[in-house]
């Protein structure tokens, strides 16, 4: 199985500040064929299901917020807040769906600082 | 708009059996494969089962593997999760949602408000 493990467990930002999440699989999730990293990443609020904030890496959904972005390719991906709002308060998680079973990551819980 | 509804969560005893379903509307169900994932309570999330849009292809966490079966009938856009032999460690909120393309791997972009497991005697 592809283990996902991401970093810091936790961070507090400032509002207006940058926010860096890091994700790590233990095996590529790069398909060679088309180039594609299956990585995606998901915010969860309290109370609420998880949504799709970036797919493929790097695709933002429709109607995320531009100061989301991901980065990365192979086994190293990051996902970066670029301006930390107070809605943005939540917990990220990467996942991997490139092999079956289509793991997460433990998640990283963004506070305000 | 797309909608997906969880229902069949409670308490079950150890040993015991639960089937969940989840009602689709708002898109083409058949076009779509969909998966189930967990999330044990103050936990994060964990992949449980996908089945593609065809219902030929499944696939499963080794957690539940051998316990729980995943199918769709798509003549009725409902997905179901079929769980035996159910464990104090089942206890979580399981989520039904939509994978992005026909085929398992993709990401899930549309999910349910979840439905709530509990075994325990």
């Known amino acids: 199985d592809i283990v996902m493990t991401q970093s810091p467990d936790s961070l507090a930002v400032s509002l207006g500040e940058r926010a860096t999440i890091n994700c790590k699989s233990s095996q590529t999730v790069l398909y060679s064929s088309n180039n594609k990293n299956y990585l995606a990443w998901y915010q969860q609020k309290p109370g609420q299901p998880p949504k799709v904030l970036i797919y493929w890496a790097s695709t933002r959904e429709s109607g995320v917020p531009d100061r989301f972005s991901g980065s990365g390719s192979g086994t190293d991906f990051t996902l970066t807040i670029s301006s930390l709002q107070a809605e943005d308060v939540a917990v990220y998680y990467c996942?991997?769906?490139?092999?079956?079973?289509?793991?997460f990551g433990p998640g990283t819980k963004v506070d305000i600082k | 708009e797309v909608q997906l509804l969880e229902s069949g969560g409670g308490l079950v005893q150890p040993g015991g059996s639960l089937r969940l379903s989840c009602a689709a509307s708002g898109f083409t169900f058949s076009d779509y494969a969909m998966s189930w994932v967990r999330q044990a309570p103050g936990k994060g999330l964990e992949w449980v089962s996908a089945?593609?849009?065809?219902?030929?292809?499944?696939y499963f966490a080794d957690s539940v593997k051998g316990r729980f079966t995943i199918s769709r009938d798509n003549s009725k856009s409902t997905l179901y999760l079929q769980m035996n032999s159910l464990r104090a460690e089942d206890t979580a909120v399981y989520f039904c949602?939509?994978?992005?393309?026909?085929?398992?791997?993709?990401?899930?972009?549309?999910w349910g408000q979840g439905t709530l497991v509990t075994v325990s005697s």
């Open positions: 089945i593609s849009g065809s219902g030929g292809a499944t």
């Open positions: 996942q991997q769906y490139h092999t079956s079973p289509f793991t």
């Open positions: 949602a939509r994978d992005s393309r026909g085929t398992c791997n993709s990401p899930n972009d549309y």
